[in-house]
């Protein structure tokens, strides 16, 4: 009784409903979770997850904890156990069932890892020492190209791969698929990590040359420090060779296709015949370089650097590239006090069974996503997102009739490439054929480059076949969601699908709030800086008036001005331009998420539930749904290098939509009031 005192005297300063109109039905939001001590106003992710903030610890093997952790900790405990289960009743040889539990047992016999040593990484090591000039090395470069990266990641491939490949439709021709060059190289995370002068950035980098030296000392290498010194020096040219974040998502900048015969006259230093031959790429006419001055660069680097700095970056990153749980424990705690007491402040390693259900599901994802989907996910769910998805997109639609500030003619695009979306909902109807994938129960670091070459095979095959618009990104038992510009497509994993995203027994406002606005902000990346550039058919063409991009442009810039204000560390402030994409699909998302949940209701009023009228529960959901707690090493990291702004952030979001601040009754003076003028309205 005395929490629902606390809860009613706070709730009618901020004008939340009275509670005489409670109905008996499930909340889908975390009432204990809120600090009602804060004015909704002043913080709202304070006001929806300030006492679930004050309490939650984050684990010892995680640099941060939040929603998004609980809901993959569900779908881990279910994967383990179909994943363990997998070896009973002695599967046949070559079936799915098979190959599961064949990975998993060697991954975890660190016994036999241990007694192998580096013997499985011997045939490659003994090709590095071996290259003896630059025409070798330009095919030892070559051989190791892998389909690694995505342009929407452009800058964070982080393995000693010089560049990465990523195979789908053309920027300008959506009936064939194409080679996209991106660009690689850095065992750092991106380039700012070698490049920056601020005492954490300066710090990190002495830790990664020691880290370095270490590897390569405990590897036998010879002239280990020198060595160690020359990889730093190496990467740090890479890394000023490189294009940044920014400009990587310029997708105006990327669409360079360069014919396969001027690549040594556009970036000379490189054999290109041999690198193309040795990656299985000889026959393709045309390429589309993502990053062309810097592929430049890199040839130029090539050439440039001895042989032996080369050499030494190749052992480094062949060793890296496997130590964490593929090669003996000493390498394993090398790499983890690098790459997570480092780069992410996490002090504990992660017990090994859990890495070794992440191995599985890296190298093996359809085939644990098939047996996931038939145990966890009911065809009831797949429907009822499906009906959610087809409600917003519906909102959508009707939205684009509303903006005033929309042409006729940008609006029939608009709505054209709304009415061609593909959705994808909890799994794909094809699945990926491990058939020809060997796996062997006492060999987890070959398991491992089989399947990781098996991939490269795939993508590369799919340079021969008609585009798929149907094709899955992301498996099934995936927290997340994806949109696809080029397919203008949908990805909408099932082990998303999961409470508290989405709760089968919740009301409509929360399941709107959280779900509904994930699916919101997948649907407005079609319409995100980048996404606005491309047409119903995924296309790379300007279908906007000059009047109307003019308008939405400013829109945008405006959005960075609002988080170019947010300062998640001392000093540190979020980027708003390089996390305009997601922040534009967090707003149009919302938006239209709201629109929908409103048509939900069919005129009539939504019920009480918990002194919370539908309107506060569906703000207050889409708050909780990027609740979060991350360590300071961590979230320095994110902000850096990631497209997204940080949680706590990204829940404020609801300061540009009018519906929030009549439920609040945030008012001028408040931290997140915005004059109605200055709230930021794109779609």
């Not at 949908?490 to 089968?504: H, R, S, V």
């Not at 829940?651 to 929030?660: G, I, K, Y």
């Amino acid at each position: 009784m005395a929490n629902l005192h606390r809860i009613l005297a706070t709730a009618i300063s901020c004008g939340l409903a009275s509670a005489a109109a409670i109905a008996a039905q499930p909340v889908g939001v975390d009432l204990k979770g809120m600090d009602r001590s804060v004015q909704p106003g002043d913080d709202f992710d304070g006001f929806a997850n300030g006492n679930w903030r004050k309490t939650a610890q984050i684990p010892a093997d995680r640099a941060s904890t939040g929603v998004f952790l609980e809901v993959f900790e569900k779908a881990e405990k279910r994967n383990a156990e179909l994943i363990k289960a997998a070896g009973g009743g002695n599967p046949a040889a070559g079936s799915n069932q098979r190959l599961i539990a064949d990975y998993y047992k060697a991954y975890m016999d660190q016994a036999a890892i241990e007694k192998a040593g580096l013997a499985p990484l011997k045939p490659a090591l003994d090709a590095i020492d071996a290259i003896g000039d630059k025409a070798a090395l330009s095919t030892a470069l070559g051989a190791q190209l892998r389909a690694d990266v995505d342009p929407i990641n452009a800058t964070n491939l982080d393995t000693g791969h010089l560049l990465g490949l990523f195979v789908a439709q053309g920027l300008e021709d959506p009936t064939r698929n194409m080679p996209y060059l991106l660009q690689g190289g850095l065992g750092m995370p991106n380039r700012d990590y070698y490049l920056k002068t601020d005492k954490d950035m300066v710090d990190t980098r002495t830790k990664y040359a020691a880290y370095v030296e270490a590897v390569l000392k405990q590897s036998g290498t010879p002239d280990a420090s020198a060595k160690a010194k020359a990889v730093m020096a190496l990467e740090t040219k890479i890394a000023q060779a490189q294009e940044s974040i920014v400009d990587s998502e310029d997708i105006h900048k990327a669409n360079n296709p360069w014919p396969r015969t001027a690549f040594a006259s556009k970036a000379p230093g490189i054999d290109w015949n041999a690198y193309f031959k040795a990656a299985a790429l000889d026959d393709q006419p045309t390429f589309i370089v993502w990053q062309p001055g810097t592929v430049t660069k890199f040839a130029a680097l090539v050439a440039s650097e001895p042989l032996d700095t080369w050499k030494a970056w190749l052992r480094f990153h062949t060793i890296n590239e496997n130590a964490s749980g593929l090669l003996p424990k000493v390498y394993d705690d090398l790499a983890f006090g690098f790459y997570g007491k480092v780069l992410t402040g996490t002090p504990q390693q992660r017990d090994r069974w859990k890495r070794g259900i992440g191995r599985v599901d890296s190298d093996l994802g359809d085939a644990v996503g098939q047996i996931y989907v038939k145990q966890y996910f009911p065809a009831s769910s797949r429907s009822e997102v499906q009906d959610m998805v087809k409600n917003i997109l519906k909102a959508f639609d009707a939205r684009v009739d509303t903006l005033a500030w929309m042409s006729p003619a940008t609006r029939q695009k608009a709505k054209a490439k709304i009415a061609t979306i593909k959705v994808g909902v909890g799994y794909p109807d094809t699945w990926r054929d491990y058939s020809t994938l060997e796996i062997r129960p006492d060999d987890a670091l070959g398991n491992h480059q089989r399947a990781e070459l098996a991939e490269y095979r795939h993508q590369v095959a799919k340079l021969d076949k008609p585009v798929d618009r149907d094709e899955w990104w992301m498996t099934p038992q995936t927290v997340n969601a994806v949109n696809l510009p080029l397919q203008n497509a949908l990805n909408f994993p099932a082990a998303i699908l999961e409470a508290p995203f989405f709760d089968p027994k919740a009301d409509a406002a929360s399941n709107y709030g959280s779900i509904g606005a994930v699916i919101g902000h997948e649907i407005s990346h079609s319409f995100d800086n980048t996404g606005a550039e491309f047409d119903a058919q995924g296309r790379l063409a300007n279908w906007w008036t000059d009047a109307d991009q003019k308008h939405f442009k400013d829109a945008g810039q405006r959005l960075v001005e609002q988080f170019n204000a947010y300062e998640p560390l001392p000093g540190l402030h979020i980027n708003g331009q390089q996390t305009l994409g997601e922040n534009i699909a967090d707003l149009s998302g919302l938006t239209i998420a709201y629109a929908a949940y409103k048509e939900s209701l069919h005129g009539k009023p939504a019920p009480v539930i918990d002194g919370l009228d539908g309107d506060q529960r569906f703000f207050l959901a889409f708050a909780q749904s990027w609740r979060s707690k991350t360590r300071d090493a961590a979230m320095r990291a994110q902000v850096i290098g990631d497209g997204h702004a940080p949680g706590e952030f990204r829940a404020q979001t609801v300061r540009n939509l009018d519906p929030w601040y009549d439920a609040f009754k945030a008012k001028p003076g408040q931290k997140l009031y915005l004059d109605p003028k200055q709230r930021v309205k794109i779609w």
